[in-house]
């Protein structure tokens, strides 16, 4: 079965320093690829996605992230974190016609002042 | 520019009563995914409709139903309410002619079972 895995489910990074948050998935073709961030008690924002292409992907608040086929990975990075950036992270796939979002377990991101 | 809608944003109810939650998508978006993520949990996917027909299901119980109306909103219904049951429910349109997968969430309507 399609899987996308998160294997990291805490992260604590020191402000300024950089991030990156890790992402597999399973699946024979290329899915999409999509990060979102999610606030405490919040709804999904949509950071970045990957359909084709570029296989690196810049997105909204400084955030970017690299496809690469021969590791099925979808990693998000960060050069320098931010206090604001704590949060929820999940990577997320669509794998069939049904577009529908199967989502990892998330990486919650701690940031030390 | 306009959003997914969702209603009410929060809701409480006790145990085998009845919830209905409302979702409005994005203008001329045709296709509505509902989504339930329970505490600390990723979000699960339930159901999703195009042009008002259910387009594939997920890990939905029998309890719940769910239907897309002519105006393409759409409303989840559950009934005999369990404790477990309390949780996150995102609901998120797309438009299938962009062939994009990308969804467009709502904030979330918070279900809480007492």
């Known amino acids: 079965a399609q899987s996308v895995t998160q294997p990291d489910i805490h992260i604590t990074v020191s402000e300024g320093a950089s991030l990156e948050l890790r992402c597999n998935y399973s699946y024979g073709a290329t899915p999409y690829l999509f990060w979102y961030v999610q606030s405490p008690g919040q709804g999904l924002q949509l950071l970045l996605k990957y359909f084709s292409g570029d296989t690196l992907v810049q997105g909204i608040k400084g955030f970017e992230a690299e496809f690469k086929r021969s590791q099925s990975s979808f990693n998000l990075r960060k050069p320098s974190v931010h206090w604001s950036d704590a949060a929820e992270y999940f990577c997320?796939?669509?794998?069939?016609?049904?577009?529908?979002?199967?989502f990892g377990s998330g990486t919650r991101l701690l940031v030390r002042p | 520019a306009a959003g997914v809608i969702q209603s009410p944003r929060h809701l409480i109810k006790e145990k085998r009563e009845t919830a209905t939650l409302k979702c409005y998508p994005i203008p001329r978006h045709d296709t509505v995914y509902w989504y339930q993520q329970g505490p600390g949990q990723d979000p699960q996917f339930l159901i999703s409709f195009y042009e008002k027909m259910q387009s594939d299901k997920g890990s939905i119980p029998d309890r719940f139903s769910a239907q897309q109306f002519s105006d393409y909103h759409s409303e989840l219904n559950m009934s005999s309410l369990e404790l477990g049951d309390s949780a996150l429910y995102f609901c998120?349109?797309?438009?299938?002619?962009?062939?994009?997968?990308?969804?467009?969430f709502g904030e979330g309507s918070r279900l809480t079972v007492l």
């Open positions: 998120a349109s797309s438009l299938a002619a962009a062939n994009t997968g990308e969804l467009f």
């Open positions: 997320a796939v669509v794998v069939d016609s049904s577009y529908k979002l199967i």
